[in-house]
């Protein structure tokens, strides 16, 4: 007599199991796979928006400063400004000087201008910091490394106060006031991000007063709307193709 080698219930029921949960985690690692390198290339979008974002106001800006011949020094890739302290203050002091209100007099309009006059572009700019830098000479009296550090962070942030403060002042157009009123920032760097040339710091260079912009960086919500558009998108070329 031959026995069947048919399986029990509990071994089919089994392989059913394995097979049903290999073909879920598969479909998991190939959701994953793909949300991977949307995310990847949505992001490198956005990073590429913002770096557009920032030539074209340094652009901008750049082209309306030379044609007032307002001495600035503009980075065509960020959009940072740099103004030598010596442009806006005495040596060792804060307050601006009378060429350094006459200069951000004519400065702080233009650059205004350059950073919302564009609603796409001034839809993105999330806030504008300035920046006080100062050079790492010793203050006289001073020996205590972290008390020079100190000092230099009270004289850099007062120095950035005072342009900010100053901004409100200038004949820019009012109208993006309100703007201004919760895009700008202060900050003191001290002595903390010098200029060097040839490896070593130079003083001069170091001292300054740096305009930098921030812009709004793609959040979940974005990017999940990006992927929604890109799927219409697709899905309206593919549409138009089988129509063809």
């Given at each position: 007599m031959i026995k069947s080698r048919g399986g029990s219930n509990s071994d089919v029921e089994e392989n059913v199991f394995w097979c049903t949960m290999s073909d879920l985690l598969l479909g998991l690692a190939i959701i994953f796979i793909v949300l991977?390198?949307?995310?990847?290339?949505?992001?490198?979008q956005s990073k590429a928006e913002e770096q557009n974002i920032k030539n074209e106001v340094a652009q901008d800006l750049q082209e309306s400063l030379k044609k007032q011949n307002i001495d600035a020094q503009v980075?065509?890739?960020?959009?940072?400004?740099?103004?030598?302290?010596?442009?806006?203050?005495?040596?060792?002091?804060?307050?601006?000087?009378?060429?350094?209100k006459q200069f951000l007099n004519k400065f702080v309009p233009i650059y205004i201008n350059a950073v919302f006059d564009n609603p796409k572009i001034a839809d993105r700019i999330e806030g504008i910091v300035i920046q006080g830098?100062?050079?790492?000479?010793?203050?006289?009296?001073?020996?205590?490394?972290?008390?020079?550090?100190?000092?230099?962070?009270?004289?850099?942030?007062?120095?950035?106060?005072?342009?900010?403060?100053y901004i409100f002042y200038t004949p820019y157009n009012k109208k993006y006031s309100s703007k201004l009123y919760k895009m700008l920032m202060v900050e003191g760097k001290s002595y903390s991000q010098p200029i060097l040339v040839n490896?070593?710091?130079?003083?001069?260079?170091?001292?300054?007063?740096?305009?930098?912009?921030?812009?709004?960086?793609?959040?979940?919500?974005?990017?999940?709307?990006?992927?929604?558009n890109d799927a219409g998108n697709n899905k309206k070329v593919v549409k138009e193709n089988s129509g063809k």
């Open positions: 991977f390198v949307l995310a990847m290339t949505g992001f490198s980075d065509q890739l960020t959009g940072d400004v740099k103004l030598s302290d010596l442009q806006l203050f005495e040596l060792g002091s804060y307050e601006l000087s009378p060429a350094g830098h100062t050079d790492s000479q010793s203050f006289a009296g001073v020996s205590s490394k972290d008390e020079q550090f100190i000092r230099n962070m009270e004289l850099s942030t007062q120095r950035a106060n005072e342009v900010a403060k490896g070593k710091e130079d003083y001069a260079k170091s001292r300054r007063v740096e305009l930098k912009l921030i812009v709004k960086s793609t959040n979940l919500e974005d990017f999940l709307n990006l992927i929604k």
